[in-house]
């Protein structure tokens, strides 16, 4: 734990915290201002969610066509794998419900490339911080002790793990909350597909459930990043 302590309550921890998240809190509200048109609104929005379900026959009914095509010269199989692996998956969606509502902040962070850079930066720092016992010459020194090897590397991975999820958590956090003071509410109970970007996602999840994946696949990312740098 001692290690913990050392990285998480350094001064430069503690700052390179406020600057990233100073940063993005900064740069996402200066996008939100920026940005007009980036997605469907008003009478184009409920005319999307009206046609949704006639858009889901029409992939559909491309993919059959296709299909009876892909039998004549298809000789693998391939192609018909594929056209039914889309059938089975956009079948999923039969049911869902869409609700128009305020989609222009879940859009913005979706392409938000600051964010996930901030995420990478916040990485690398606590990898900086790991080195300073290599650049006082001082690593053979902690090896040498008894929690030296094997339980350093062990804490090490778990304090990398939790920085990538707590860096993650807290840009989609920072994004999320200034969109609803900026844009309006979202509306994180709503369909994925709701948000006209999102009408080719072939899984039936919520909005609040798309930004908790998201979360852990970048702090995934990240984690893996910090191993291999």
């Not at 409920?46 to 993919?63: E, I, M, P, R, T």
Request: hydrophobic letters at 50%; one cysteine or more.
């Amino acid at each position: 734990m001692s290690e913990l302590r050392r990285i998480f309550f350094s001064r430069r921890m503690l700052f390179a915290w406020f600057i990233g998240l100073f940063l993005c809190g900064v740069f996402f509200c200066y996008e939100c201002g920026s940005t007009k048109e980036i997605t469907l609104l008003g009478e184009e929005l409920q005319s999307y969610v009206d046609n949704y379900s006639g858009f889901l026959q029409s992939v559909k009914d491309n993919a059959e066509n296709v299909g009876m095509l892909a039998a004549i010269s298809d000789r693998t199989g391939f192609v018909k794998d594929n056209i039914d692996k889309t059938l089975a998956d956009y079948s999923r969606l039969e049911g869902i419900t869409l609700v128009a509502g305020e989609n222009k902040g879940i859009v913005l962070f979706s392409n938000f490339v600051l964010g996930d850079a901030i995420i990478m930066a916040m990485v690398l720092v606590v990898l900086l911080l790991f080195a300073e016992e290599k650049n006082k010459g001082l690593s053979l020194l902690v090896r040498c002790t008894k929690n030296g090897r094997s339980r350093l590397v062990l804490e090490r991975a778990g304090i990398l793990a939790v920085t990538s999820l707590l860096a993650s958590f807290l840009v989609t956090v920072v994004c999320m909350s200034l969109s609803h003071v900026l844009c309006g509410d979202p509306g994180f109970g709503r369909s994925l597909q709701s948000v006209p970007e999102f009408s080719l996602c072939a899984f039936p999840i919520t909005i609040g459930e798309y930004l908790m994946l998201t979360i852990l696949l970048k702090a995934l990312a990240a984690f893996t990043f910090g191993v291999f740098v």
